[in-house]
């Protein structure tokens, strides 16, 4: 999917001057060149709103995409200091989920359809669980997908590959970890990383946690000092938290490398702290479970936050 | 050059020790840049969560190369940390007296008394009973008062501080900690010597087999609970310094006290 917003008229048709304002828009944003850059991010996400019922979806997703790129930079560099890129991730989701209503409509099919089948197959709580976990990891996908504009299954989470023969999944791309899923505890279950155009600038990293069927969200400890620093001893933190992620990186980020499975939750844990400090670190909790009348899994965000 | 062989380390522990603090320093360049960015976010968003992240990991990069004897990052990160101050005057954030207090020990381990009279009296502005005190909350208050030369205030929060231990019912290692502080700070409280230096030792002791046990863990690629902060204990450091400037400090001997080496901080360039 890939547009070019020249191609586009300019004064008739969908969009109009509307897409010129938010080219204009994307540029100041993208070259540093608006005196008031935190007005400009927000003109840049009010225009891409006031676009959503004049062009196509697919026109939408990429425009999105752009929107999210160049707000996530200006983050990322510190130029904005609002995280406007979420609200433009979720414009686009909507966008893309009218084009891809559910898993079928994706690369996540057949993992769908191996979720569904373990579940017929399950006979012992131990295996039910199992598939509703299958399920959820699914959803997780299919709505960051529509988060980002993009069935991940295609690109960065293309395939992936047990680590050591463990239950760890992981892509890389030109030796730089794109997607991870956990499989123990003191982890996030899944991490994902999206370079930006802007070389010089930090990449967007969701850390997600995937629910399974009715399962709920638990309190964890974190490590000592991170409690106290955020004010916390004494208490715990809940799933749904922002907080739990970057707890777990604490303890993925010095995960020692001699271990199989070391170097990427090391490799992991370090991109989410980068991110946070960068301030272009989201995180997705998903619950998904099986339809048995569709036989197909869906799901819903439950959380999704800077 | 990583200088960890100051602690009282076993020898196979060291290049464990050695490899686990380099990744603690791994970023630090960009490190002070983002707590700015942070703080500015903070003001523009009344929103303190990204900074408060941030300046943990300053803290932590503080600890790192107060560990490996990095005199440059130490002083930028200290700068930096007490630079950028926890948030006490909004009405959208409020830091706890224990978050307060983990500062003022980096004020007094490091001298920066102005810095440290500050905290002292935000951390005496909370009442006592501001929620549910934990352990480190009285740990402040001993602190700040000890600090106001008030010792009846100081005995009383140890008194309280000793309850808070009972109840919080800490893993075995913390409260083993928290209550050799507390004897720390009952012989500065009394200006008594000699058992001040025990206690004091007694820490690094306990530190030193908690490290040790954390980087065996580590080192098998087992999760730990082992940050840089476990290398560098502020807030004995602090003891140290306010014993040292009631004139008890003859007993202490520094190599002993690695974790809390009064003499190495001093000289931490002065903060404005």
């Known amino acids: 999917m890939s547009v070019s917003l020249t191609s586009y008229p300019r004064t008739s048709g969908g969009g109009g001057s509307g897409l010129v304002r938010f080219q204009g828009l994307l540029d100041a944003l993208a070259a540093a060149t608006a005196l008031d850059m935190e007005g400009t991010a927000r003109d840049l996400l009010a225009t891409l709103r006031s676009l959503s019922g004049t062009m196509s979806d697919a026109d939408m997703v990429a ?81 960051v997908s529509a988060l980002l504009g993009e069935d991940v299954t295609a690109t960065v989470a293309r395939a992936p590959a047990a680590i050591a023969g463990t239950r760890y999944q992981a892509c890389a791309g030109g030796g730089v970890l794109d997607y991870l899923e956990c499989a123990a505890s003191y982890n996030v279950n899944q991490f994902l990383r999206i370079r930006l155009p802007d070389p010089a600038a930090p990449a967007l990293v969701i850390a997600g946690e995937a629910k399974g069927g009715a399962s709920g969200y638990g309190v964890v400890k974190g490590p000592r000092a991170f409690m106290l620093a955020h004010g916390l001893r004494g208490t715990t933190i809940s ?42 670190f989201m995180y997705l909790a998903v619950r998904g479970d099986i339809d048995m009348a569709n036989r197909t899994v869906a799901g819903q965000w439950e959380e999704f936050k800077c | 050059m990583l200088d960890i062989q100051a602690y009282p380390l076993q020898e196979q522990h060291l290049a464990a020790a050695a490899d686990f603090l380099r990744q603690s320093m791994a970023g630090q360049q960009r490190l ?57 005057d909004a009405d ?21 008394e102005g810095r440290a009279h500050a905290l002292g009296r935000q951390i005496l502005q909370h009442t006592p009973d501001d929620g549910a005190p934990v352990p480190e909350d009285w740990q402040a208050r001993v602190l700040a008062r000890l600090f106001d030369l008030d010792y009846d205030g100081a005995a009383d929060a140890l008194a309280r501080m000793g309850q808070a231990i009972d109840a919080a019912r800490l893993p075995r290692h913390e409260a083993a900690l928290l209550a050799a502080w507390r004897e720390a700070a009952a012989c500065v409280v009394t200006r008594t010597d000699v058992p001040l230096a ?75």
């Open chain 1, 63 to 143: 425009l999105a995409i752009k929107a999210r790129d160049a707000m996530a930079v200006a983050k990322g560099r510190g130029w904005v200091a609002g995280s406007y890129f979420r609200d433009a991730m979720l414009v686009c989701a909507s966008h893309w989920m009218a084009l891809h209503p559910d898993v079928a409509h994706t690369g996540l099919a057949r993992r769908a359809q191996g979720a569904v089948a373990s579940r017929l197959a399950a006979t012992t709580s131990v295996a039910l669980r199992a598939s509703a976990e299958e399920a959820g990891t699914v959803a997780w996908l299919y709505q």
């Open chain 2, 32 to 88: 002070f840049e983002q707590l700015e960015a942070a703080w500015q976010e903070m003001q523009a968003t009344r929103d303190a969560s990204r900074f408060l992240y941030v300046r943990y990991s300053v803290m932590e990069t503080t600890a790192a190369a107060y560990a490996t004897r990095d005199r440059v990052v130490f002083d930028a990160a200290v700068d930096s940390m007490l630079a950028h101050a926890l948030p006490v």
């Open chain 1, 239 to 280: 799933q749904r938290d922002m907080l739990y992620p970057l707890s777990r990186a604490a303890y993925m980020a010095r995960a020692n490398p001699a271990d199989p499975v070391g170097r990427a939750r090391r490799e992991a844990g370090r991109a989410i702290v980068d991110a946070r400090r960068d301030g272009v």
């Open chain 2, 92 to 112: 959208w954030y409020r830091p706890t007296a224990a978050q307060l207090g983990v500062d003022l020990a980096v004020a007094l381990s490091c001298r920066q």
């Open chain 2, 198 to 272: 025990d206690a004091l030792r007694r820490m690094s002791q306990l530190r030193t087999v908690y490290v040790e046990k954390m980087l065996v863990r580590w080192s098998k690629g087992q999760s730990t609970d082992l940050s840089p902060l476990d290398f560098w204990d502020c807030q004995a450091g602090a003891l140290a310094v306010l014993a040292r400037s009631l004139g008890l400090a003859q007993a202490l001997v520094p190599a002993e006290l690695p974790f809390a080496d009064w003499q190495w901080t001093e000289g931490t360039r002065a903060w404005a």
